[in-house]
């Protein structure tokens, strides 16, 4: 008999890389999908994947303490360098021993580079081989970000990875600029490399960029790949460009990039997204998306998002999911939630702590279902609760491109009907029954 920690994790790793920061190690594999369940070692702590990163812009996740994200299961949140680097800034970073001990937080920490912001700031960025310049929107003041100058932040910063500054351009970009941007992203990764200054206590992840070309996306992994980094990110989607371009150019970029290192899909934290990209082989995620929604009113369930703030829950006694542990669920009812949603910080805090634990179970799940060589059942499953009889087409052609076709009848007789929406419109309330 095999021996196995108690996660179901082999003593022996199916296969496995080193980094003088990063350990990586590969203990099961989805005998359909692409699907893998692994350990990464940090400097800071032992990660699971896949996993969802909480985000953390500035050092904080609005409303929760460390305590608490360290409860519900966190393993590694995301901070901004671009917002850190302005305020509180680096010196005070350098003085206080780095982000982790700045905002009490002993576990993984990941800083994206600022590169985003040329797509969220662009009317406020001048953007050349040298760098991007931006106006502050604090103080109004140019600020110029170049890549050795990220790097010098985030290694003040002191996150145990590190994003490259990339040129990012629209996902909804096409022409010559797409390219530029791609092989400036390479250019500008290899003067990062250079100037990082801790490769033995922070790791430096490269970004896959190439829009939705084949050829350049291609072109772009292959090149990263040349640089043997310590794992890699798949950047410049979830911008608003079509779920079927999306999930084809994740799928590229998975069967390029090193089976032996972790692999990160930037800005995905759809529940659904999640679910088909860990069988399109992704290990890493991150969004604003659980935490933000909160803020709205959303609370986020297995059927898809639950709007607290309608006057149905207005004397609604149960909690948000029965089935769920979490702190909000144990304690609080919907009517309580509508009562403050959007209007007391009370709500925003008790609804982001509920959509923490939620992803933070969902990816439990996943790795649990990999492990067990049961991922296509879980993918069928979970597609049932989420949609239904109707699944959109986007997910069924991603999932029959890794051998899971949702419209073959299972055991149990479920089979779904590919349909053109990209997103879901409301919560399933499709039973068996």
């Known amino acids: 008999m095999t021996a196995t920690d108690k996660f179901g994790h082999l003593d022996t790793p199916l296969e496995a890389s080193s980094s003088p920061?990063?350990?990586?190690?590969?203990?099961a594999r989805c005998s359909t999908t692409k699907a893998r369940a692994s350990k990464m070692h940090?400097?800071?702590y032992t990660a699971h994947t896949p996993m969802f990163m909480p985000v953390g812009t500035m050092g904080s996740i609005k409303g929760i303490t460390t305590k608490q994200l360290e409860a519900l299961d966190c393993h590694v949140i995301l901070g901004n360098t671009y917002h850190l680097g302005s305020r509180p800034g680096?010196?005070?970073l350098e003085k206080a021993g780095g982000l982790h001990k700045f905002m009490a937080w002993d576990r993984g920490l990941l800083t994206d580079s600022g590169g985003f912001q040329m797509v969220s700031l662009l009317k406020l960025a001048n953007i050349t081989e040298e760098g991007v310049e931006f106006e502050n929107p604090h103080d109004g003041q140019k600020m110029m970000l170049t890549p050795e100058m990220s790097i010098g932040l985030q290694n003040a910063i002191g996150a145990d990875i590190m994003m490259q500054l990339d040129d990012v351009v629209s996902s909804?970009?096409?022409?010559?600029?797409?390219?530029e941007a791609m092989w400036r992203s390479v250019r500008w990764l290899d003067r990062s490399i250079k100037a990082h200054k801790r490769p033995t206590e922070q790791n430096l992840f490269p970004i896959v960029q190439g829009g939705l070309d084949i050829e350049l996306?291609?072109?772009?992994?292959?090149e990263l790949v040349k640089r043997d980094s310590p794992g890699y990110a798949i950047g410049g989607l979830s911008g608003g460009e079509a779920k079927g371009s999306f999930w084809r150019m994740v799928s590229l970029s998975t069967d390029i990039l090193p089976t032996n290192k972790p692999r990160y899909c930037m800005g995905v934290g759809y529940a659904e997204d999640l679910v088909v990209c860990s069988a399109l082989g992704v290990d890493m995620y991150d969004c604003v998306f659980p935490t933000r929604t909160a803020r709205f009113g959303n609370a986020l369930v297995r059927t898809g998002s639950m709007s607290l703030k309608q006057g149905r829950y207005t004397?609604?006694?149960e909690p948000i999911d029965k089935n769920c542990d979490c702190p909000t669920c144990a304690k609080y009812t919907r009517a309580y939630l509508h009562t403050t949603a959007t209007k007391e910080t009370t709500g925003c805090h008790l609804i982001t702590v509920h959509n923490i634990a939620f992803q933070m179970r969902l990816m439990l799940d996943i790795r649990q279902a990999i492990v067990e060589d049961r991922y296509p059942a879980f993918i069928r499953e979970f597609m049932r609760i989420r949609f239904g009889k109707t699944v959109p087409m986007w997910i069924v052609d991603a999932l029959k491109s890794v051998n899971v076709d949702l419209t073959v009848p299972d055991s149990s007789g479920y089979s779904a009907e590919p349909v053109a929406d990209d997103f879901q419109k409301v919560p399933n309330t499709w039973t068996d029954e």
Not at 21 to 27: D, P, S
Not at 172 to 179: A, N, S
Not at 217 to 222: E, G, H, L, N
């Open 90 to 92: 680096p010196e005070l």
């Open 172 to 179: 909804l970009t096409t022409g010559p600029r797409v390219e």
């Open 21 to 27: 920061a990063l350990k990586f190690e590969v203990y």
């Open 217 to 222: 996306r291609t072109k772009s992994a292959q």
């Open 42 to 44: 940090l400097p800071h």
């Open 315 to 317: 004397s609604d006694l």
